[in-house]
């Protein structure tokens, strides 16, 4: 899955463009002579709006961090771990960025970092990282010798690969109705008077968002859930055996709506693998499973796309 990029505004332009040429461009105040960071049109001390752009070496402390084992989005799930990290630049300023070419047992709050630009593939943009200033802190060791050791053992066999791409069969969930809405509602607090108060919406009850994959619940003999309890393939979805990687883990997801669902509409889903992908961790190899379900209504127009990360570790 495509990674999301920072979009530029008019006032932070001149910031990504100096990452683009290398350079860390930041604000200066002409009237408090304060340095200024994130991009404004005013000054945050005296409200002076004489802010100039100046380049600095972007060398700074970090002031403090966190290890993000879990990804925040699903697309950056590839990344895990994370080394978010707070830096304070040497002119005064903070900046929220990334620790790269460190381990974590090599991280130190207080310690000097510096600057790397990181160009992102297909795109022009180029992201500010920091890494530690001194070199013995850094972390390359390994890393030829690694790679080749998760390319003989890799769980990306050709009949793993080959699902990527394939759709499942369509699988139709059942009408949506007021009393299974307004179970739903009250199952999850969800008292707005639009979903469960006949009265208050004059136009009929509307269907919460969140229920849209409410309608494929059905029941399912026990002889068919895994040991965690759910199915251990959904309805409609196709999942290569990963033999040697037993757990599952749900990495993320995200939901985007074309329309509104309404009472009485008969939804299908129909399921895609969009790629399955390799990545090693603290804990050992990694497939990650980028899944896609695609809804439709019974006049065959589209709800919903949903897509998500599944991690077999």
Not at 25 to 45: G, L, T, V
Not at 146 to 170: F, N
Request: aromatic fraction near 10%; hydrophobic fraction near 35%.
């Amino acid at each position: 899955m495509k990674k999301p990029i920072p979009l530029e505004t008019p006032t932070s332009r001149p910031f990504w463009n100096g990452l683009a040429e290398g350079k860390v461009m930041i604000q200066r105040c002409d009237d408090c002579e304060s340095w200024i960071f994130y991009p404004r049109s005013r000054c945050p001390q005296c409200l002076g709006d004489q802010l100039q752009w100046k380049q600095i070496a972007g060398n700074g402390t970090l002031y403090t961090y966190t290890v993000s084992r879990r990804p925040t989005y699903p697309s950056f799930a590839e990344e895990v771990p994370q080394r978010l990290a707070v830096i304070r630049f040497d002119e005064g300023p903070h900046i929220t960025s990334t620790l790269v070419n460190v381990a974590d047992d090599a991280i130190e709050i207080g310690m000097a970092v510096e600057p790397v630009f990181e160009e992102q593939p297909n795109s022009k943009a180029v992201l500010l990282r920091y890494q530690p200033a001194d070199e013995s802190r850094r972390s390359t060791v390994g890393k030829e010798t690694d790679q080749a050791d998760e390319i003989a053992d890799s769980h990306l066999t050709e009949e793993v690969l080959s699902y990527i791409g394939k759709v499942g069969e369509p699988v139709v969930g059942y009408p949506i109705s007021e009393h299974e809405v307004r179970r739903f509602c009250y199952a999850v607090d969800q008292l707005n008077p639009a979903y469960v108060d006949p009265d208050y919406a004059e136009e009929g009850l509307q269907v919460p968002p969140a229920f849209l994959s409410i309608p494929f619940d059905t029941d399912v003999p026990l002889s068919e859930l895994s040991d965690d309890g759910i199915p251990a393939v959904p309805k409609g979805a196709m999942m290569p055996a990963l033999p040697k990687l037993k757990r599952r883990l749900w990495g993320g997801g995200e939901v985007e709506f074309f329309q509104k669902m309404h009472m009485g509409d008969v939804l299908t889903k129909q399921y895609r693998v969009l790629d399955i992908y390799e990545r090693s961790g603290g804990s050992g190899s990694m497939v990650f499973m980028i899944m896609e379900w695609t809804y439709t209504n019974q006049h065959g127009e589209k709800v919903a796309v949903e897509v998500n990360t599944i991690i077999a570790r």
